[in-house]
């Protein structure tokens, strides 16, 4: 895998469509004022093709905003490798980290007042946020006031952010993250708190920019009816990848050195230090994996 050398073009990452994304052995540790590390993240290995279009779900905690953060270059990781197509975007300076995330990665934060500016207008939020295109690319990219209405703003172009409710605060956010035509777009709960409606909308809005541009799609996100429009989902537990959905089915992942973990209702049944025995079995022509307890143990709880 090639590291982006300094004074090489993030222009090289151009290409038509979205960003492959891989993670290896990423760690991530906050370190609290009173001097204590919080291990936010604990060995995510994790691959997202290019296109692909993924929701993160798990408990508040699990490490989904770092995550985000992470692959947005918007930190660094503590440890591990994130690589946005053939480039680790953990070892890049700061100029070209600061680049990529201009222009070609767009991260909405939690809380969609953390991506405006709140004392400029709509539209000024649209072209603040294309800044760092160049001259041609604006003159390409779709209008501000035709980006507005697509999102159900055009009646507030004008309008100060402060002034604007929150479902027209996260589409105006989306608005804005999309403006740039990214082939990564990272959204942290991009729809809660907001109307059925709105909710729609934006999830609506995400979608039809997988399917125009085949951009590569994240949005973290605790509501079911979200998650039920991707057709992946990766789940968070305790600052790893613990489960994988496809389609609405759920699979465990095996992770590093074959750790698995369990389903949230065996892992209630069989606490920490259950020992219990894994063999294949082929039944009817199809392979299955048989987990038992040792006989002396059953029934009983270690
Ligand atoms: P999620 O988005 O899944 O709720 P986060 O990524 O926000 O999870 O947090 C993961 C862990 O890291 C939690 O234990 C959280 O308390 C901790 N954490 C997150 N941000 C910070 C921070 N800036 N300083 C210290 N600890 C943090
Ligand atoms: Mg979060």
Redesign the pocket.
């Known amino acids: 895998m090639a590291v982006l050398e300094p004074g090489v073009d993030i222009g090289e990452l151009d290409h038509p469509g979205g960003i492959g994304v891989r993670c290896s052995g990423v760690v991530h540790l906050y370190r609290t004022f009173e001097g204590h590390d919080v291990v936010a993240l604990q060995g995510v290995d994790l691959a997202i093709r290019p296109g692909e279009r993924v929701a993160f779900l798990g408990p508040?905690g699990s490490g989904?905003?770092t995550l985000l953060t992470l692959l947005g270059g918007i930190q660094k990781p503590s440890a591990g490798r994130i690589f946005l197509g053939e480039h680790e975007i953990s070892r890049l300076p700061e100029p070209q980290l600061a680049r990529l995330r201009s222009r070609r990665v767009s991260t909405m934060l939690?809380g969609a007042t953390r991506n405006l500016l709140s004392y400029a207008t709509a539209r000024q939020n649209i072209a603040f946020a294309r800044l760092a295109l160049s001259a041609a690319e604006r003159k390409q990219a779709v209008p501000e006031t035709d980006l507005l209405a697509r999102v159900g703003l055009e009646g507030v172009a004008d309008q100060v952010v402060s002034t604007m409710s929150g479902g027209q605060r996260q589409r105006l956010a989306l608005a804005c993250a999309v403006s740039t035509s990214p082939q990564l777009l990272l959204a942290?709960?991009p729809t809660s708190q907001l109307s059925h409606d709105d909710r729609d909308a934006v999830i609506g809005l995400v979608h039809e920019l997988g399917d125009e541009l085949g951009t590569t799609i994240v949005v973290?996100t605790h509501q079911p009816e979200v998650a039920a429009t991707f057709p992946r989902t990766v789940t968070m537990k305790g600052g790893r990848v613990g489960l994988e959905g496809r389609d609405g089915a759920e699979y465990v992942v095996i992770g590093a050195e074959g750790v698995v973990h369990l389903p949230t209702h065996l892992a209630e049944q069989w606490p920490q230090g259950t020992l219990v025995r894994i063999e294949p079995e082929t039944h009817d022509d199809a392979e299955r994996l048989v987990v038992s307890r040792p006989p002396e143990e059953q029934g009983e709880r270690p």
Do not use: F, Y
Request: avoid cysteine; glycine fraction near 0%.
């Open positions: 508040s989904k905003s939690q942290d709960e973290v």
